[in-house]
Every structure is written in C-alpha cells, then in structure tokens.
C-alpha cells in the first residue's frame, strides 16, 4: 500500500520504458554519451534505479541487440533505424510517459 511518505517525485523507469525513452533521446539530441543521456532523462523528470550510467548503458546494449541504437565510441551511442510503427509505438509511449513523469506530484508507488 502506498501511503505517499518517502516517495520519489521523479517517475521511475524500468525494463522497456527506460530502453524507449532512451531510443528516443537519441533520436531527438543524435549521437549522445551515457552521461548525457542521464542528465537528459533527469530534465524529463525520470529516474532510474541503482547506478544510473550503469543500468542505461546495459539498456542501450540490449537496443543494441535489436538494432535500434548503434555504438560509435565508447561511451556515446545514436539511434539507428527502425520500421516505422515500432518507431510511432516509441514516440506514443514516451510521450504518455513524460506527462505522467510531468503531473506526478506526491510520487510513484513502486
């Protein structure tokens, strides 16, 4: 149960909300390093567990896996193609998640 003490007010991103948002930074800002790409998911409003650079790096290795982000140095990554409605499923959820990081007011329950 959440009774609204101690709780963040950034949303939180996991799994395939933190890979999406960062697919679509790169798409947005082109080639970025990790840690350009933390600081820009703080401007939005999101957080991720444990060691920031660390768990988007390894989420950026998995969307390397897919060929949806390409590595061009270490450290600095950009966003390579992909079909268009995997593309428009990206931009729709990232989207509903900024306005949800935006009106999160007393925090996420997680």
Same mark, same amino acid.
């Given at each position: 149960?959440?009774? %609204?003490? +101690? ?6 991103? !996991? %799994?395939? &909300?933190?890979?999406?948002?960062? #697919? *679509?930074?790169?798409?947005?800002? +082109?080639? $970025? $390093?990790?840690?350009?790409?933390? @600081? @820009? ?12 650079t660390k ?7 998995w969307e390397?896996? !897919?060929? !949806?982000? *390409?590595?061009? %140095?270490? %450290?600095?990554?950009? @966003?390579? /193609?992909?079909? *268009? /409605?995997? &593309? ?9 998640? !900024?306005?949800? @990081? &935006?009106?999160? #007011? /007393?925090?996420?329950?997680?």
């Open positions: 149960m959440c009774d %609204g003490a +101690g709780m963040p007010d950034r949303y939180v991103l !996991r %799994g395939t &909300e933190l890979r999406y948002c960062l #697919t *679509r930074l790169l798409q947005l800002q +082109g080639q $970025s $390093s990790v840690t350009e790409l933390v @600081a @820009a998911l703080d401007d939005w409003n999101f957080t991720v567990p444990g060691r920031p768990t988007v790096s390894d989420a950026l290795r390397m896996r !897919r060929d !949806r982000v *390409r590595r061009r %140095g270490r %450290g600095r990554y950009s @966003a390579a /193609g992909m079909p *268009r /409605g995997t &593309e428009h499923r990206i931009i729709t959820r990232v989207q509903a998640m !900024r306005e949800a @990081a &935006e009106s999160l #007011t /007393g925090g996420q329950c997680v």
